[in-house]
């Protein structure tokens, strides 16, 4: 199948002050259409900062690309001009963001501000882009008879529903939901969230799902791609990874998940922190945290060892892998 | 830009760092802002100037000499002679005395009992405060130039009535500062303990309240000083401050006015010194409340 | 809306009234004796208590407090002691001029200190933000009288193209108008650059380009939409500072307005010029106030939705 998103060796820095922050390691992974990627990891992990590289929305400055190719619908976008960048911005790629509270305008109306993506992608005439966005806007089971009203009126679930439909409008072929249902309630949470992948059935959208939550991605998501240290350490589809994680850090991961049904209410956190961006240790960046942890692991990054599509990125497992993550 | 939090977290700074008080932490910040670091040694030359007027000032700043008036800047005169032949670089030597002096005096008047209002308004809260905060509103609702050009009218023109005058006029900026300070102290609970173990209301603002709001107290003070400065020379412009023939440099300005045309370096060197000393301030107050609030830091 | 206007005009009787309360002290406290002033020296001990008397100054403070109260109420705010003319008629014939320099200053301090504001912000810690704070900040520092004189020396009297005084051709107004707005200016670009900087971090304004508008339009639906709430706020209460300024453009380049009129009648110690001069001054910062009440309500829909909520 070919791919709609190919990522191979991307590498992002936040140049600050206090020093340069590694966010992103020769980062790689790939998306076929209508497929959602579920991309997990702890905050820090850089899963925000790949989600904005491929958006071309990287804050600069601090923020440099220093590698790497992002391939969308066969163009490199890194090399691709802003102009041709903000054609496809909206368009072909859209992105919803974490906090619906923060990531809507307060001074200009929803309606609006679903419109004017639209306006700015397609040549309608004003009449014609409001009318898209209040279709939208019932898409998202919002009356459009609240096209002009301004998002403080809206609840936290709405408000995201509205982003949605915002993100929706041009109907793109890859939606980057960066944690949409994070800051909602958890009641909300379900709701959004059924709303978000029956309407990716809908217009056949392929989706690169943002999430710390294991609960989230085993719900819609087909492949999983699990982040640390600014790399992917393990990826696969979502039955492999979930019946039978590989690396340390993901079988750690699924350890801290407090099981209901098995009523074994124990729940083992990873020990440590993540670590500090401005000094990644040398090697694989979880030696330090990993209880299986070798000599090796401390001087060199691990090699990629590919069991049938299932990657992981760990000493633990046979050398042949090829050395890209 | 800062980058995001979300991509970035952890700890920011050393250890090191952590272990020192906030006043030595706010001293390293604003020791790199070389502006901020530029207007406090003006700042610091200014007061030294001020101190040795007498050993710096080549001459008397008020000795006429009819046969050198209205000399052009020259090596004896480097900054010219006025209208009665006196040195205008002694008179502007001298003048740092009286706009410094008027300035650091004036904020403290306006610091105090605008601090005093400010702090029993918040902390006793309720109609007290109400009636505190309407007074304030009073004050502001007459423009402070226009205000203190009636308080100087009625108490006479003075020295001391002149900093009374631009005083009063900027009270209610630190009473607003405190007040705000006093309300988030208020319902704090080492507030409560205080209570609770007696501590009298005075003590409680003394030693809980005060100490809470001196960070925003002396941001605005440098900036209100900087802005005392030139009220005070507004009002002896107006010939309502500083009278001559003492030497201010307001006042030296508005006598040098009628010599514009003939002799510029009446007016130019006065102003010229007036707005060195405000943009000094200013530059040394920004950097000042960029260091105390980091988060404003751009 | 309406409702909440007239409320709004409420909260200003007490401050008003404050304020009235606050310069009748004040200018009771002034040691000279208008009797004696509008007399002269040369007048005799019994000429001054008979005036004393006609003026109602034998009478307790508070009730010369009263009478000048219910006067002000009645629009009534005396007689100049020097003219003898109303004071009211003296403070409408010079409002005109006053209130032109200050509509100007306030477009001047706007036209030029929003985009100096602006161009900071967006090109941030390179010479363009440097040079544009740096001149705002010694746009806030340098004395007004001293700009006003420097001004007047340079474009009056070595190039000689702006009159230094007068008040009838559109070239009296330039110098004037950049003396008065010269401080509002500079806290307004300040004010700006930091409120585009904070606003231009804002998630909105990520969500604005993740939808490949065009910049221009996330700068002026956006950014700018944010930007001006603070901007509003602080013009408007800069406004009042402005007002003061009068004081000094008048003098300095001789126009006869409300500023001029305040400063010589305190020389003159004309109690009832100063009394209802300030007064007015009062009126006019409450009445700019209200207007950038309502203005903030326009430009922020969240503040708008509360005023409906308060009815």
């Given at each position: 199948?070919?791919?709609?998103?190919?990522?191979?060796?991307?590498?992002?820095?936040?140049?600050?002050?206090e020093?340069?922050?590694a966010?992103?390691?020769?980062l790689?992974?790939?998306?076929?259409?209508?497929?959602?990627?579920?991309?997990?990891?702890?905050?820090?992990?850089?899963?925000?900062?790949?989600?904005?590289?491929?958006?071309?929305?990287?804050?600069?400055?601090?923020?440099?690309?220093?590698?790497?190719?992002?391939?969308?619908?066969?163009?490199?976008?890194?090399?691709?001009?802003?102009?041709?960048?903000?054609?496809?911005?909206?368009?072909?790629?859209?992105?919803?963001?974490?906090?619906?509270?923060?990531s809507?305008?307060?001074?200009?109306?929803?309606?609006?501000?679903?419109?004017?993506?639209?306006?700015?992608?397609?040549?309608?005439?004003?009449?014609?882009?409001?009318?898209?966005?209040?279709?939208?806007?019932?898409?998202?089971?919002?009356?459009?008879?609240?096209?002009?009203?301004?998002?403080?009126?809206?609840?936290?679930?709405?408000?995201?529903?509205?982003?949605?439909?915002?993100?929706l409008?041009?109907?793109?072929?890859?939606?980057?939901?960066?944690?949409?249902?994070?800051?909602?309630?958890?009641?909300?949470?379900a709701?959004?969230l059924?709303?978000?992948?029956?309407?990716?059935?809908?217009?056949?959208?392929?989706?690169i799902?943002?999430?710390?939550?294991?609960?989230?991605?085993?719900?819609?998501?087909?492949?999983v791609?699990?982040?640390?240290?600014?790399?992917?350490?393990?990826?696969?589809?979502?039955?492999?990874?979930?019946?039978?994680?590989?690396?340390?850090?993901?079988?750690?991961?699924?350890?801290?998940i407090?099981?209901?049904?098995?009523?074994?209410?124990?729940?083992?956190?990873i020990?440590?922190?993540?670590?500090?961006?401005?000094?990644?240790?040398?090697?694989?960046?979880?030696?330090?945290?990993?209880?299986?942890?070798?000599?090796?692991?401390?001087?060199?990054?691990?090699?990629?060892?590919?069991?049938?599509?299932?990657?992981?990125?760990?000493?633990?497992?046979?050398?042949?892998?090829?050395?890209?993550? | 830009?800062?980058?995001?939090?979300?991509?970035?977290?952890?700890?920011?700074?050393?250890?090191?760092?952590?272990?020192?008080?906030?006043?030595?932490?706010?001293w390293?910040?604003?020791?790199?802002?070389?502006?901020?670091?530029?207007?406090?040694?003006?700042?610091?030359?200014?007061?030294?100037?001020?101190?040795?007027?007498?050993?710096?000032?080549?001459?008397?700043?008020?000795?006429?000499?009819?046969?050198?008036?209205?000399?052009?800047?020259?090596?004896?005169?480097?900054?010219g002679?006025?209208?009665?032949?006196?040195?205008?670089?002694?008179?502007?030597?001298?003048?740092?005395?009286?706009?410094?002096?008027?300035?650091?005096?004036?904020?403290?008047?306006?610091?105090?009992?605008?601090?005093?209002?400010?702090a029993?308004?918040?902390?006793?809260?309720?109609?007290?405060?109400?009636?505190?905060?309407?007074?304030?509103?009073?004050?502001?609702?007459?423009?402070?130039?226009?205000?203190?050009?009636?308080?100087?009218?009625?108490?006479g023109?003075?020295?001391?009535?002149?900093?009374?005058?631009?005083?009063?006029?900027?009270?209610?900026?630190?009473?607003?500062?405190?007040?705000?300070?006093?309300?988030?102290?208020?319902?704090?609970?080492f507030?409560?303990?205080?209570?609770?173990?007696?501590?009298?209301?005075?003590?409680?603002?003394?030693?809980?309240?005060?100490?809470?709001?001196?960070?925003?107290?002396?941001?605005?003070?440098?900036?209100?000083?900087?802005?005392?400065?030139?009220?005070?020379?507004?009002?002896?412009?107006?010939?309502?401050?500083?009278?001559?023939?003492?030497?201010?440099?307001?006042?030296?300005?508005?006598?040098?006015?009628?010599?514009?045309?003939?002799?510029?370096?009446?007016?130019?060197?006065?102003?010229?010194?007036?707005s060195?000393?405000?943009?000094a301030?200013?530059?040394?107050?920004?950097?000042?409340?960029?260091?105390?609030?980091?988060?404003?830091?751009? | 809306?309406?409702r909440?206007?007239?409320?709004?005009?409420?909260?200003?009787?007490?401050?008003?009234?404050?304020v009235?309360?606050?310069?009748?002290?004040?200018?009771?406290?002034?040691?000279?004796?208008?009797?004696?002033?509008?007399?002269?020296?040369?007048?005799?001990?019994?000429?001054?208590?008979?005036?004393?008397?006609?003026?109602?100054?034998t009478?307790?403070l508070?009730?010369?407090?009263?009478?000048?109260?219910?006067?002000?109420?009645?629009?009534?705010?005396?007689?100049?002691?020097?003219?003898?003319?109303?004071?009211?008629?003296?403070?409408?014939?010079?409002?005109?001029?006053?209130?032109t320099?200050?509509?100007?200053?306030?477009?001047?301090?706007?036209?030029?200190?929003?985009p100096?504001?602006?161009?900071?912000?967006?090109?941030?810690?390179?010479?363009?933000?440097?040079?544009?704070?740096?001149?705002?900040?010694?746009?806030?520092?340098?004395?007004?009288?001293?700009?006003?004189?420097?001004?007047?020396?340079l474009?009056?009297?070595?190039?000689?193209?702006l009159?230094s005084?007068?008040f009838?051709?559109?070239?009296?107004?330039?110098?004037?108008?950049?003396?008065?707005?010269?401080?509002?200016?500079?806290?307004?670009?300040?004010?700006t650059?930091?409120?585009?900087?904070?606003?231009?971090?804002?998630?909105?304004?990520?969500?604005?380009?993740?939808?490949?508008i065009?910049?221009r339009?996330?700068?002026?639906?956006?950014?700018?939409?944010?930007?001006?709430?603070?901007?509003?706020?602080?013009?408007?209460?800069?406004?009042?500072?402005?007002?003061?300024?009068?004081?000094?453009?008048?003098?300095?380049?001789?126009?006869?307005?409300?500023?001029?009129?305040?400063?010589?009648?305190?020389?003159?110690?004309?109690?009832?010029?100063?009394?209802?001069?300030?007064?007015?001054?009062?009126?006019?910062?409450g009445?700019?106030?209200?207007?950038?009440?309502?203005?903030?309500?326009?430009?922020?829909?969240r503040?708008?939705?509360?005023?409906r909520?308060?009815?």
């Open positions: 199948m070919k791919n709609l998103l190919e990522v191979s060796d991307l590498s992002v820095e936040y140049r600050t002050y020093g340069t922050v966010a992103v390691n020769g790689g992974f790939s998306l076929a259409p209508g497929r959602t990627l579920g991309l997990v990891g702890e905050s820090g992990a850089g899963k925000t900062t790949t989600a904005l590289a491929v958006m071309g929305l990287v804050p600069s400055p601090p923020g440099v690309i220093t590698s790497g190719e992002i391939n969308f619908a066969g163009r490199n976008l890194l090399s691709l001009p802003e102009r041709e960048m903000k054609k496809i911005r909206g368009n072909r790629i859209s992105m919803i963001f974490q906090d619906p509270m923060t809507l305008n307060p001074v200009v109306t929803v309606g609006l501000q679903i419109s004017e993506a639209i306006a700015a992608h397609q040549n309608l005439s004003d009449k014609e882009a409001e009318d898209k966005a209040r279709e939208m806007l019932e898409k998202v089971q919002i009356p459009g008879q609240r096209y002009r009203e301004y998002p403080h009126e809206f609840s936290g679930g709405m408000r995201q529903r509205v982003v949605i439909a915002m993100a409008a041009c109907n793109p072929a890859l939606i980057i939901a960066d944690e949409p249902t994070t800051a909602l309630d958890v009641t909300i949470q709701q959004v059924e709303l978000m992948r029956s309407l990716k059935e809908e217009f056949s959208t392929a989706m799902m943002i999430t710390h939550d294991l609960g989230v991605v085993g719900e819609v998501c087909d492949h791609a699990v982040m640390y240290g600014g790399r992917i350490e393990e990826t696969g589809s979502l039955e492999r990874i979930f019946d039978g994680p590989r690396h340390p850090y993901t079988r750690g991961l699924f350890r801290c407090p099981d209901i049904e098995e009523k074994t209410s124990e729940i083992r956190p020990e440590g922190l993540m670590p500090d961006p401005l000094d990644l240790p040398k090697g694989c960046p979880f030696h330090p945290r990993c209880p299986e942890a070798m000599e090796i692991c401390r001087t060199v990054i691990p090699p990629v060892s590919d069991d049938g599509g299932h990657r992981v990125m760990c000493h633990l497992y046979g050398k042949g892998g090829e050395d890209r993550g | 830009m800062k980058t995001e939090n979300m991509t970035l977290p952890g700890p920011k700074t050393g250890e090191r760092e952590k272990r020192r008080s906030p006043w030595w932490e706010v390293r910040r604003l020791r790199l802002n070389k502006a901020a670091m530029a207007g406090m040694a003006v700042i610091i030359v200014l007061v030294v100037v001020a101190i040795f007027a007498p050993v710096l000032a080549p001459k008397d700043p008020n000795q006429t000499n009819m046969k050198a008036r209205l000399q052009p800047p020259s090596a004896e005169f480097p900054l002679t006025d209208n009665f032949g006196r040195d205008m670089l002694s008179r502007i030597i001298y003048g740092s005395r009286i706009s410094l002096y008027v300035g650091f005096v004036a904020v403290g008047i306006g610091a105090v009992f605008g601090g005093i209002v400010g029993i308004g918040g902390y006793y809260g309720g109609r007290l405060d109400n009636f505190l905060m309407r007074c304030m509103d009073v004050l502001l609702a007459i423009p402070q130039i226009i205000l203190a050009i009636a308080i100087v009218g009625a108490l023109t003075s020295l001391l009535n002149l900093m009374i005058a631009v005083g009063i006029s900027q009270l209610p900026r630190y009473a607003r500062v405190v007040r705000a300070s006093a309300l988030t102290v208020r319902g704090q609970e507030v409560e303990a205080a209570r609770a173990v007696g501590a009298s209301d005075a003590r409680i603002i003394i030693e809980n309240i005060l100490p809470n709001c001196m960070a925003p107290i002396i941001v605005q003070s440098t900036l209100g000083v900087a802005q005392a400065i030139l009220s005070a020379a507004a009002l002896s412009f107006l010939g309502l401050g500083i009278q001559p023939p003492t030497a201010e440099w307001g006042s030296m300005l508005s006598s040098g006015r009628q010599f514009l045309r003939n002799a510029p370096y009446l007016t130019f060197f006065p102003g010229l010194a007036i060195v000393v405000v943009l301030l200013n530059i040394f107050g920004d950097g000042l409340r960029d260091s105390l609030d980091p988060k404003l830091r751009q | 809306m309406l909440y206007f007239i409320k709004r005009l409420m909260f200003l009787v007490p401050v008003l009234l404050g009235s309360v606050l310069i009748f002290s004040i200018v009771h406290l002034a040691p000279g004796d208008p009797a004696e002033v509008m007399l002269g020296p040369s007048a005799t001990q019994e000429e001054i208590s008979n005036l004393r008397e006609q003026l109602g100054l009478k307790p508070y009730v010369q407090y009263g009478i000048f109260l219910t006067n002000t109420l009645k629009g009534d705010l005396g007689r100049s002691i020097k003219s003898n003319a109303p004071v009211v008629e003296e403070i409408l014939d010079r409002f005109p001029a006053t209130l320099l200050a509509v100007l200053g306030m477009i001047f301090a706007i036209v030029v200190g929003l100096l504001g602006i161009l900071a912000a967006l090109r941030q810690n390179t010479w363009v933000d440097a040079l544009c704070s740096f001149f705002a900040l010694v746009g806030f520092s340098i004395p007004n009288f001293w700009v006003g004189l420097m001004l007047m020396l474009l009056s009297i070595y190039i000689p193209i009159p005084s007068g009838d051709s559109w070239r009296n107004f330039i110098m004037p108008t950049i003396v008065l707005g010269i401080q509002t200016m500079a806290v307004i670009a300040r004010m650059r930091s409120s585009m900087l904070e606003v231009i971090r804002q998630d909105y304004v990520r969500t604005a380009r993740a939808k490949g065009s910049d339009l996330v700068l002026v639906r956006h950014i700018l939409g944010n930007v001006m709430i603070p901007v509003v706020t602080i013009a408007g209460l800069y406004f009042g500072n402005m007002l003061g300024g009068v004081v000094i453009t008048e003098t300095i380049f001789s126009i006869p307005g409300l500023g001029r009129l305040i400063v010589d009648a305190i020389r003159a110690q004309d109690y009832p010029v100063v009394q209802g001069g300030v007064l007015f001054f009062a009126l006019c910062v009445i700019v106030n209200l207007m950038v009440d309502l203005l903030y309500a326009a430009l922020d829909p503040i708008k939705a509360q005023y909520a308060a009815r």
